[in-house]
């Protein structure tokens, strides 16, 4: 084997080591970010399904997003390639709760901060979200938004069920006439959990039965 290719296989550990020494402690900081932001995701989650998969998501976007801040960050002309690279990126998966979009937009801040090795402004940011979370968490406010559906048949107790719902804040939505039955729709607002009402409207003649539905997924009534 010729001297020249010995010399070119021959690797300068030293400055292999120099490299990646710098980059180990922001890989470290990102992963224990990213648990923290999984953690926390899956203790603040509220949905109806949960997705055990985007938590994951989540702590491993963490780490990815700091590995691109650290290898832009060392060079310009890498830097604009990777712009250029990511701006033909289309993301066809639709985010429809906004906490879950709050959660992915804190996955990527706290890559970005943690690339640029500013571990404290991650970890500040960290314990003002969590302190906020666990703030709204236990705030219960005392009114609640429903979605009001009665069926019925006919529209002689149309005025007996306005009386009812006039002592609450409602705005009819819809109003479904299908021969004789009738479907009505109302926004609601309900202090206290207080659901007399409730039986009030049942009681009515020719109700066929009442639904309350909660915004965020609940259903009673």
């Known amino acids: 084997m010729p001297q020249n290719l010995l010399d070119s296989l021959n ?3 030293n400055s292999v080591l120099a490299n990646i020494v710098p980059s180990v402690l922001p890989l470290l900081v990102s ?3 990213g648990l923290i932001i999984y953690f926390v995701y ?3 989650f509220k949905g109806v399904v949960f997705n055990h998969g985007f938590s994951i998501g989540l702590a491993l976007m963490t780490i990815l997003t700091t590995v691109i801040t650290l290898a832009i960050s060392s060079n310009i002309a890498l830097s604009l390639g990777m712009v250029g690279a990511l701006s033909i990126v289309r993301y066809r998966a639709a985010i429809k709760d906004p906490m879950d979009l709050l959660f992915l937009f804190w996955a990527v801040t706290t890559g970005i901060t943690t690339g640029a090795r500013m571990h404290h402004l991650a970890l500040l940011s960290a314990v003002l979200v969590i302190v906020i979370l666990l703030f709204a968490s236990r705030y219960d406010p005392l009114n609640k ?4 559906i009665v069926h019925y048949s006919g529209e002689d107790i149309d005025d007996e069920l306005r009386r009812i719902l006039r002592e609450r804040r409602f705005q009819i939505k819809s109003k479904t006439i299908r021969h004789d039955e009738v479907e009505l729709a109302a926004e609601i607002r309900v202090q206290r959990e207080n659901f007399a009402f409730l039986k009030a ?3 009515l003649p020719s109700v066929n039965n009442v639904t309350l539905v909660q ?5 009673s009534g």
Do not use: K, P, Q, T
């Not at 938004?145 to 009001?148: G, R, S, T």
């Not at 915004?215 to 259903?219: K, L, M």
């Open 11 to 13: 690797v300068d550990w």
């Open 31 to 33: 992963a224990a970010m």
């Open 42 to 44: 899956s203790r603040s």
């Open 145 to 148: 938004m429903y979605v009001l």
């Open 201 to 203: 409207i049942r009681e």
């Open 215 to 219: 915004y965020n997924g609940d259903f």
